[in-house]
């Protein structure tokens, strides 16, 4: 069984900070690591990817990966009220092409103003 | 809407009741997943779809549950003799199938609840 883990949180940090959001996996070999943001109630909306080591960024986003380490993370920067969700990290089933996911618990965010 | 697309949104059943939900995919793609999500819970992975062939189940997927996606297009999921154990939320995603790493992207889900 391949585990994904984060820190469920909750995790609360005020307007204008940087948020940060941490998954580590088990499979050594995955390749592909996604971010999916969940409103209460609501389901998950994809909203970063990341395949190699390093940095990726998008907006007020970025992806971290630390292959070496079973590691990702996800820095909000700029931090909103409309951040305050749970955001689920994913990694894929690795050798597939299905593209199986593995989800982790979520981590609930709350950005306060 | 080009997005996937879930029907209904939600259900209240009856404990030994059947139930089917339906998904439409994003046109163009040909992969189809069925995933079930429990409070406090992230989303696991039931079963998937390349085109209409069922290439692989959970076994969270007892033999109550069925899923078929006839001319690859929509999917449906039928819960035979539901318990209340299948209170959960339904999400389908799809995805586009080209290359080993592709995004999938979820419906609005179908949140199920077994009185």
């Known amino acids: 069984q391949k585990e994904v883990e984060q820190n469920s949180g909750p995790l609360s940090v005020p307007e204008g900070a940087i948020a940060s959001l941490n998954c580590t996996y088990s499979d050594r070999g995955s390749q592909s690591f996604f971010w999916y943001r969940q409103y209460s109630g609501k389901s998950p909306e994809l909203i970063m990817f990341?395949?190699?080591?390093g940095d990726k960024e998008d907006g007020r986003f970025t992806a971290q990966l630390n292959k070496a380490s079973q590691y990702v993370s996800l820095l909000i920067r700029d931090s909103q009220p409309s951040d305050s969700a749970t955001y689920l990290c994913?990694?894929?089933?690795?050798?597939?092409?299905?593209?199986?996911?593995?989800f982790g618990r979520g981590t609930q965010l709350t950005v306060w103003p | 809407d080009t997005g996937v697309s879930q029907d209904p949104r939600h259900k209240i059943t009856k404990r030994g009741q059947n139930v089917t939900f339906r998904c439409d995919p994003i046109s163009e793609h040909n992969r189809l997943y069925w995933y079930r999500q429990t409070l406090g819970q992230g989303p696991e992975f039931l079963t998937y779809f390349q085109n209409e062939a069922q290439l692989e189940k959970s076994r969270l997927l007892s033999d109550r549950f069925s899923a078929e996606r006839p001319k690859g297009s929509f999917s449906t999921l039928e819960i035979q003799r539901t318990e209340q154990g299948d209170s959960a939320m339904y999400l389908c995603?799809?995805?586009?199938?080209?290359?080993?790493?592709?995004?999938?992207?979820f419906g609005q889900g179908t949140r199920l609840t077994v009185v």
């Open positions: 990341i395949y190699s080591n």
């Open positions: 995603a799809s995805s586009s199938g080209q290359g080993g790493n592709t995004e999938a992207f």
């Open positions: 994913a990694v894929m089933d690795r050798g597939s092409t299905l593209g199986r996911l593995y």
